[in-house]
């Protein structure tokens, strides 16, 4: 097989820019795939496996939503700032500057997901598949099903979390350490993390920004302003064919996907029994699988 052509650039977006990268040529008949990053605030880099897609012929987009990785930082925007919308319309820039809005499918992993359910059920007449990988249909199931992960901790691991909560201290290498407990088991059961995530985590740490103002300080005290977050009234409207992916020890539980498995009329579900939060680096040629027979079916 030829080798797969690579290039990266920045997409222009207003005063900031779009680090991307594109794995193929996206001059070929199959539709290329479109990776939307979690977080918000990390990169793209923990996805980075999933550019071997692009062996099969079909284009791998990869990006770094503005606020983190390679694009635009802004350690000084507030809360007002750092809206869904915002990244609404960098992803709609994006598509328009790669010249494939016309016909695109996107994967959106976690926040990802979040941002590709919102951008999806705009209908837009490009989007021909919609994947939603390890995502929640609102924060308010996101954060009732943590407390019931959180309860299955060993019990002293869920004082520090508590006590550490309570006080605000949540950068104590004592409530760190026991956040890595929680992670280990729903966030990424691969041990130790592959360098691939190491690099996300880098990130995230250069420039928390994003994350700690939308999210919170880490995946299950989620204090943020995505806090009153859902999609669960709208998910209906969601009109792309769509697949379901989640790990069976994921943070993002059955019940927090639930809602777009009952309200998308043309849905199916996937559950990586081996996997948590992370199927792509935990199941990496399962999901690969799953994922290009999936958009296989709608070429």
Same mark, same amino acid.
Request: charged residues 20%.
């Given at each position: ?84 919308? /915002?990244?609404?319309? +960098?992803?709609?820039? @994006?598509?328009?500057? #790669?010249?494939? &809005?016309?016909?695109?499918? !996107? ?33 308010? /199931?996101?954060?009732? +099903?943590?407390?019931? @992960?959180?309860?299955? #901790?060993?019990? &002293?691991?869920?004082?520090? !979390? ?41 990130? @995230? ?95």
């Amino acid at each position: 097989m030829s080798k797969v052509n690579v290039v990266e650039g920045y997409a222009p977006f207003g005063e900031y820019e779009t680090w991307y990268r594109v794995t193929g040529d996206l001059d070929s008949p199959t539709t290329p795939l479109v990776l939307v990053h979690g977080g918000p605030g990390c990169s793209h880099d923990y996805l980075e496996s999933l550019a071997d897609i692009a062996a099969s012929g079909r284009p791998v987009v990869h990006y770094d939503q503005v606020g983190g990785g390679r694009s635009t930082l802004l350690p000084g925007a507030g809360p007002a700032f750092w809206t869904v919308d /915002l990244f609404l319309a +960098e992803l709609d820039n @994006l598509l328009s500057f #790669l010249g494939i &809005e016309q016909r695109y499918f !996107l994967l959106g992993q976690s926040w990802g997901g979040m941002l590709g359910a919102e951008h999806a059920i705009r209908q837009p007449v490009g989007l021909k598949g919609l994947v939603l990988s390890n995502s929640p249909a609102s924060m308010a /199931l996101w954060a009732s +099903e943590a407390k019931v @992960l959180r309860a299955e #901790l060993p019990s &002293e691991t869920e004082a520090v !979390l508590d006590r550490h909560e309570a006080s605000g201290t949540t950068d104590d290498p004592e409530y760190l350490a026991a956040t890595r407990v929680y992670y280990d088991l729903h966030v990424c059961r691969s041990l130790p993390y592959p360098p691939e995530l190491v690099r996300t985590f880098e990130f @995230l740490a250069k420039d928390s920004t994003v994350y700690n103002t939308m999210n919170g300080p880490n995946e299950f005290f989620c204090i943020g302003t995505l806090r009153e977050w859902s999609i669960v009234n709208r998910v209906h409207a969601i009109t792309a064919p769509t697949l379901l992916l989640s790990g069976r020890y994921d943070e993002a539980t059955p019940a927090t996907v639930q809602p777009f498995f009952d309200q998308i009329p043309d849905v199916r579900w996937e559950i990586f029994e081996n996997s948590s939060h992370m199927p792509f680096i935990e199941e990496p040629e399962r999901y690969r699988e799953v994922v290009e027979t999936f958009l296989n079916s709608l070429d």
